[in-house]
């Protein structure tokens, strides 16, 4: 890639974001050969959350529309991908093919009921966890995904790893999930330079001015909707060929939900460093109580949690935008705030 | 399956959703003035059904009679949230407000885990068994009581917003935000007193609560939901609508479980909560929001 093309890709014409962002990803590309097993894993579910932080953003950061269940479309993509797999021995990227369709109508139906019917805001969002509660609940019972006992895919001990059947090392998976985190990071660059994007941000920021102006606010609302719960069905895809078992008490819990979206409002909502930045954070910290506690010989289950719960609030108080805005100003990135 | 087991079911379930609707009111009133939806509602309900477990095993003070104390000690817990925490996010967007309650939310339930374990407790009461007949209906004498302390805890807190001058003042911090502000209303009080109030309607309706369920720390979020359930399916803001709807739910919970399988039962009510977004939006007793 030219350092031009580079350039544009960073989102401004600073210098220092492209220099930033080969950093970023010479250090990713570089880390298995760097880190042990354990980082390594720390490191793809930084990724699988800074992937899922950025489809999440597509609706919320992009076209303001507030989804609080977007595990129903991650779970949905675990479940198709997996029952082909078990039941069928087909691959997962046809699996994900086949996904992609599901959720997107999942999320076309609950675009059209809400965007027809005036559903917003709030109401909205409950709207959102309504679909994926229910999506719980019905799994649970349903005995084609083998219900509540959960499903497991069959994990074979192979000496190479195996791409197109996704079963090989973590290394294989870090890497497919890098590759997935790096395309979504340029959808979303993209996008947000296209006319959609710039249709998205005059729906957010006042949606009826926008339609006074002509933007078409169904239309590209529904867009969001779809292109996002793609993006997700992707992440159920690799987690359940990561995890190999899925429980609709897990894979639809509305804490899934709320972890998607944790990212992107910790980064910086609507800024396509954001979700990267917050999974990075957020993991981070995650990880780093669970080895202070280790390191003290404090086992309460709940304590971690707690912390975390504190951390989040202090962040949320200090940092009203997020992580990455202020960052970002403060490194020279951005221009300074009008 | 003979009627009367059905007439028994409706009776307990509109019992229950009595419970529950006084649960949903604090949420209803809470978002009804200070426009905050309370993701963290379920979770102050378990703090009080966990208080009542306490009172209980410690001294063997009965929940129906800690009811009040229990609702006193939540409304100065949500006075203080709400004046301390939430007054200065009340111009912050939405994502901001739900991901501060969010993990506020996460505070409280892994904080309860911490301090009262995993295990399911009881409040074992001495009429625990006990049951009226009426005529060919039998029902249980703890939910009675729990659905009776339901409709006074309701009644009082209508007659406080219809007749009382902090109420109405309160009213008028609802209707028009401005304007409230310039009358010289206090509004960042009144806010917190309303989260007070919506508090303590979690707090009596947590300690009534423990007559009909088992206690674990893992039901905070399965009442938050259900909270929102009910109250947007009786339209937010309605003050009447929160306790229908909550009389709906446990209705159609209580059918639900006795005809399909009790595990399913929620999946009921949200078919009903869907409903009622598409057909009707501002929920069955709200007015539309412009």
Redesign the interface.
């Known amino acids: 890639m030219s350092a031009a093309s580079l350039t544009r890709l960073g989102g401004d014409d600073s210098r220092r974001i492209v220099v930033l962002l080969a950093l970023l990803l010479v250090a990713l590309l570089a880390a298995p050969w760097v880190v042990n097993d354990y980082l390594l894993t720390v490191l793809i579910l930084i990724l699988y959350s800074a992937f899922t932080g950025q489809a999440w953003n597509i609706m919320?950061g992009f076209a303001g529309q507030?989804s609080?269940g977007h595990a129903l479309y991650a779970g949905l993509g675990a479940y198709v991908s997996a029952v082909l797999f078990v039941d069928f021995g087909i691959g997962p990227w046809i699996g994900f093919l086949a996904a992609v369709p599901v959720a997107v109508a999942c999320g076309a139906v609950i675009g059209f009921?809400?965007f027809r019917?005036?559903?917003a805001?709030?109401?909205f969002?409950?709207?959102t966890?309504?679909?994926a509660?229910?999506a719980r609940?019905?799994f649970?019972?349903l005995a084609v995904v083998n219900a509540?006992a959960g499903l497991f895919l069959p994990v074979h001990q192979t000496a190479h790893n195996d791409v197109w059947h996704l079963r090989g090392d973590p290394t294989m998976f870090y890497y497919v999930i890098l590759a997935a985190s790096i395309a979504a990071f340029v959808l979303c660059r993209l996008l947000l330079k296209s006319r959609m994007g710039y249709y998205w941000l005059a729906i957010r920021e006042d949606e009826q001015a926008a339609r006074a102006a002509g933007v078409p606010t169904f239309r590209y609302k529904m867009y969001a909707v779809m292109i996002s719960a793609a993006l997700t069905s992707f992440a159920g895809v690799f987690y359940a060929f990561f995890y190999n078992n899925l429980f609709p008490e897990q894979v639809f819990n509305?804490?899934r939900s709320?972890e998607m979206?944790?990212g992107p409002?910790i980064g910086g909502?609507g800024t396509l460093f954001g979700p990267v930045l917050g999974a990075f954070v957020l993991t981070g910290l995650a990880e780093t109580l669970n080895a202070v506690m280790a390191a003290v010989g404090l086992d309460?289950?709940?304590?971690k949690?707690?912390f975390?719960?504190?951390c989040?609030?202090v962040v949320?108080?200090a940092l009203?935008e997020g992580v990455w805005p202020p960052l970002a100003r403060r490194l020279g990135l951005t221009k300074a705030k009008p | 399956m003979p009627v009367d087991v059905y007439l028994n079911v409706v009776v307990a379930g509109i019992l229950t959703g009595l419970v529950y609707g006084l649960m949903a009111l604090g949420l209803s009133v809470i978002f009804g003035v200070v426009r905050v939806?309370n993701f963290a509602h379920g979770e102050m309900m378990s703090i009080a059904m966990y208080l009542a477990v306490v009172l209980f095993s410690a001294f063997g003070l009965d929940p129906l009679l800690m009811l009040v104390p229990i609702a006193a000690v939540m409304f100065a817990f949500g006075y203080a949230l709400q004046a301390g925490?939430i007054n200065?996010f009340i111009t912050?967007p939405?994502?901001?407000q739900?991901?501060?309650i969010?993990?506020?939310a996460?505070?409280i339930?892994?904080?309860?885990?911490?301090v009262f374990g995993?295990d399911a407790q009881t409040v074992q009461t001495s009429y625990a068994y006990d049951s009226f007949q009426l005529g060919p209906v039998l029902v249980d004498a703890s939910k009675a009581y729990a659905g009776g302390a339901a409709i006074a805890f309701a009644a009082a807190l209508f007659a406080f917003f219809r007749f009382s001058r902090v109420g109405t003042a309160i009213r008028a911090c609802a209707d028009n935000y401005t304007g409230a502000l310039v009358i010289g209303l206090d509004v960042k009080h009144l806010y917190a007193l309303t989260f007070a109030l919506g508090a303590a309607c979690v707090g009596a309706a947590g300690s009534m609560m423990t007559l009909i369920v088992d206690v674990t720390?893992v039901l905070g979020?399965t009442y938050t939901?259900l909270a929102?359930?009910i109250v947007?399916t009786g339209g937010?803001g309605s003050m009447a609508g929160a306790l229908l709807g909550g009389i709906l739910i446990g209705l159609t919970e209580a059918l639900a479980g006795l005809m399909f399988?009790p595990?399913?039962k929620?999946?009921f009510a949200?078919?009903i909560?869907?409903l009622v977004?598409?057909?009707r939006?501002q929920g069955l007793l709200g007015q539309r929001l412009s």
Do not use: W
């Open positions: 919320m507030l609080l009921l809400a019917f005036g559903v805001g709030v109401y969002a409950i709207l966890i309504a679909f509660e229910f609940i019905g649970d019972h509540s509305i804490g709320i979206i944790l409002v909502i309460i289950p709940g304590a949690q707690v975390y719960g504190i989040l609030l949320i108080v009203p | 939806v925490l200065p912050r939405e994502h901001s739900f991901l501060l969010v993990a506020l996460i505070i339930v892994n904080a309860l885990l911490i995993p720390p979020p939901l929102f359930v947007i937010l399988t595990s399913a929620s999946m949200f078919a909560l869907v977004l598409l057909f939006p």
